[in-house]
């Protein structure tokens, strides 16, 4: 049997975010999200004390703690994201904490234009939310300063046989809440473009955290042909 996924609207994404956006923490208990994924996952980044970093779809801040910690009060986190109802809780946070360093825009991630290159960019459990996920990963990794470092962190089906069991009710629970497309295999894309890559799974393959580097003598886009992206899909 084949299975397919149908892409919606930026709008309806948006839409069903403001929805849900007070249900997030419910859905991580659900969902068995390890507790040490999102910590691991910006400890990847390998951030320094000053450096700026960007979350791509960064919700309702759930992996800002980390993000903040790692590039301290001299540093500076950026987060984009399409729903105001995540984005609203995110500010509180940021209110609450007394980040005066984090800096939050409400805007699909493609037309976001950072306002300096980034040391680190992180895609915490958004990136096949995207159905453009390959142009916004390309403009993101244009935006990345040579030797810096992109993490995406995400579900994936387990390996083996356990994929097509879990693969029917993924795609129904998907449908109705998250809209992650369990098709595709973002590992995949990082690796084609990166210079280093690395993956770490947990919970039997049920999560991942993929971190792929920029060379050090990158130029920028012009590096990144659309080819080598297209192949990854
Ligand atoms: C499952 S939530 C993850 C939130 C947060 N990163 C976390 O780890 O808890 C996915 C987020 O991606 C955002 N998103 C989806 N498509 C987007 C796009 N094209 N541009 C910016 N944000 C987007 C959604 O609004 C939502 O807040």
């Known amino acids: 049997m ?6 919606c609207e930026p709008a309806f994404i948006a839409q069903r975010y403001d929805r849900i956006a007070g249900l997030i923490g419910l859905f991580d208990r659900l969902l068995f999200l390890p507790p040490q994924l999102r910590r691991r996952a910006a400890a990847g980044l390998r951030l ?8 791509i779809g960064c919700g309702t801040g759930r992996n800002l703690p980390f993000l903040r910690a790692a590039v301290g009060a001299t ?5 984009v994201d399409l729903s105001s109802g995540m984005l609203r809780r995110a500010r509180a946070l940021c209110r609450r904490e007394q980040w005066e360093n984090v800096e939050l825009t409400q805007c699909d991630a493609l037309e976001y234009i950072p306002c300096e290159p980034l040391d680190g960019i992180m895609f915490g459990l958004c990136y096949n939310t995207m159905p453009h996920h390959l142009d916004v990963l390309r403009h993101a990794w244009k935006h990345l300063r040579p030797g810096g470092r992109i993490v995406i962190m995400d579900g994936k089906l387990p390996r083996g046989r356990g994929a097509n069991l ?13 809209l992650g497309n369990p ?6 894309d990082l690796a084609a473009i990166a210079d280093e890559f690395e993956m770490e799974e ?10 792929g ?21």
């Open 166 to 178: 879990a693969l029917p009710f993924g795609l129904w629970l998907m449908k109705h809440t998250l």
């Open 75 to 79: 540093g500076k986190v950026y987060g």
């Open 48 to 55: 320094n004390p000053g450096d700026r970093v960007l979350e």
């Open 2 to 7: 084949t299975y397919q996924w149908v892409d």
């Open 183 to 188: 098709l595709i295999k973002p590992w995949n």
């Open 202 to 211: 947990f919970l039997f393959g049920s999560w991942y955290a993929c971190w």
């Open 213 to 233: 580097t920029k060379s050090a003598a990158a130029q920028g886009y012009d590096l990144l042909p659309a080819e080598q992206l297209l192949a990854a899909e």
